[in-house]
């Protein structure tokens, strides 16, 4: 029996997005007008290595003078029936409704596993606002946003393992998984070949977080990871819409599934907006990245030139700068090892876990010498900080007055935290809350 996952809610809240995203293609159309959708969808998907079909619904009503309302309701009741799994989706931006309350408790009746998913939580701020839905009565929810696919890797690990006809298990369950990024031509697949010989160590070939991405197992030189293998990442010529737009989409998964994202840069052509997309994604998803100038062989060299290269990239990449850059050369094997002991450097410090005393002991003195700036006459004292129990580093600062504490100050901290404790190349999430 095929596992079938519905895709259920109101009109506009995502669902055909998130559709598209989990067939990566353009299947379903996409439009900020309710009720675009009428029938049901139908396409195939995958996730790690586990096939299922997904539907998507036209958005579910109550009410309504939308003479098409009552077809569509027939036929999102008929998917429910079908299905084996329903994502429940839901929009931070409009929070809960009525017709909300009305569809979870259809589904509730429907006796499936269903996984309530809030779209459009794109901030830490968006993240607080989705606790409103703790009112439907539910122990778990999901966030994510269907639009650049942050947080559908987490949706779907729980899906699959849910499955009643799937024996799920990830072959390479607990290993580091570096995936290789950039445009097209950098080198990603010279890069790929060289680190893995011509007498390749593969475990299996198990389709990951895009149909373009292979996970092969690294195991040498004392280090043992799964490789990501993004080459497929190519400019599609007969793609009318944004080129640049539709390469950085189909690496979305491929970052997301990732603990350190490798970017690869031409050196002959620089760093790029596209480079800065991929960068940008990496950040917002939270991985640890090691970026790598490709084709340095290639480069005629002055003095300065690399010193001047890594300059421009740190100038754009702006205040994360505390990140690893090396210039390399993939085809003849120049630096490579080296880049892969600081990506598992990288991996490191990203899981790294500072003690509660150890981290009060060191920045309780740090702020007593370097105080936040007193507002009105009114003076912040910082009393107690933790480290959050969260796959990437994120601290919390208890204080006073968190709402007077401002960007440049928590800049300040995140620097003191990357002096003190390390966290190359890793972003840090810093929050300041009452005490």
């Known amino acids: 029996m095929s596992n079938i996952v519905a895709i259920v809610g109101r009109p506009n809240v995502g669902k055909s997005t998130l559709f598209n995203r989990l067939l990566e293609r353009r299947e379903a159309i996409v439009d900020s007008t309710a009720g675009v959708t009428r029938d049901r969808h139908y396409g195939k998907s995958d996730w790690n290595g586990v096939e299922f079909t997904v539907i998507d619904t036209g958005g579910y009503e109550v009410n309504t003078e939308d003479v098409f309302q009552e077809e569509i309701s027939k036929q999102v009741q008929l998917a429910i029936d079908e299905a084996t799994s329903i994502i429940f989706m839901l929009n931070v931006e409009e929070g809960l409704t009525d017709t909300d309350y009305e569809i979870h408790e259809m589904l509730r009746r429907s006796n499936k596993p269903v996984y309530i998913t809030i779209n459009k939580v794109?901030?830490?701020?968006?993240e607080i606002d989705a606790t409103e839905f703790y009112q439907l009565g539910i122990e778990q929810y999901f966030t994510l946003s269907s639009a650049t696919g942050s947080g559908t890797g987490e949706l779907l690990d729980q899906i699959v393992k849910d499955f009643p006809t799937t024996d799920y298990k990830d072959p390479f369950e607990g290993l580091p998984k570096i995936t290789i990024a950039g445009r097209p031509n950098v080198?990603?697949?010279?890069?790929?070949?060289?680190?893995?010989?011509v007498e390749r160590n593969i475990v299996?070939?198990?389709?990951?977080?895009?149909?373009?991405?292979?996970?092969?197992?690294?195991?040498?030189?004392?280090?043992?990871?799964v490789l990501v293998d993004t080459a497929g990442m190519r400019r599609k010529a007969k793609v009318s819409e944004d080129l640049e737009f539709y390469s950085v989409m189909r690496s979305i998964r491929s970052i997301e599934y990732s603990d350190v994202v490798i970017i690869m840069v031409d050196a002959t052509l620089g760093w790029e907006s596209q480079d800065m997309n991929i960068f940008g994604l990496a950040q917002k998803?939270?991985?640890?990245i090691v970026i790598l100038v490709n084709k340095w062989d290639l480069v005629e060299k002055e003095t300065n030139t690399t010193r001047d290269f890594e300059a421009a990239i740190r100038h754009k990449i702006g205040q994360f700068s505390d990140i690893p850059i090396l210039f390399i050369s993939a085809l003849t094997k120049q630096r490579i090892l080296k880049a892969v002991e600081m990506a598992m450097q990288v991996y490191e410090d990203r899981k790294k876990k500072i003690k509660t005393s150890k981290l009060n002991e060191v920045m309780l003195p740090v702020f007593e010498a370097t105080p936040p700036p007193a507002i009105k006459g009114k003076y912040i004292k910082i009393k107690?900080?933790?480290?959050?129990?969260?796959?990437?580093?994120?601290?919390?600062?208890?204080?006073?007055?968190?709402?007077?504490?401002k960007e440049p100050y928590k800049r300040f901290t995140e620097n003191q935290l990357r002096k003190h404790?390390?966290?190359?190349?890793?972003?840090?999430?810093?929050?300041?809350?009452?005490?």
């Open 285 to 288: 998803n939270r991985k640890g």
């Open 384 to 405: 107690y900080c933790v480290q959050l129990p969260t796959p990437s580093p994120q601290f919390v600062f208890f204080c006073n007055l968190p709402q007077y504490v």
């Open 122 to 126: 794109d901030s830490a701020k968006e």
């Open 187 to 197: 080198g990603k697949s010279t890069l790929t070949n060289a680190l893995l010989d």
């Open 421 to 435: 404790f390390g966290f190359t190349g890793v972003p840090i999430e810093v929050y300041f809350r009452q005490k």
């Open 204 to 225: 299996t070939d198990v389709a990951g977080t895009t149909r373009d991405s292979i996970q092969t197992l690294y195991n040498k030189f004392g280090h043992e990871f």
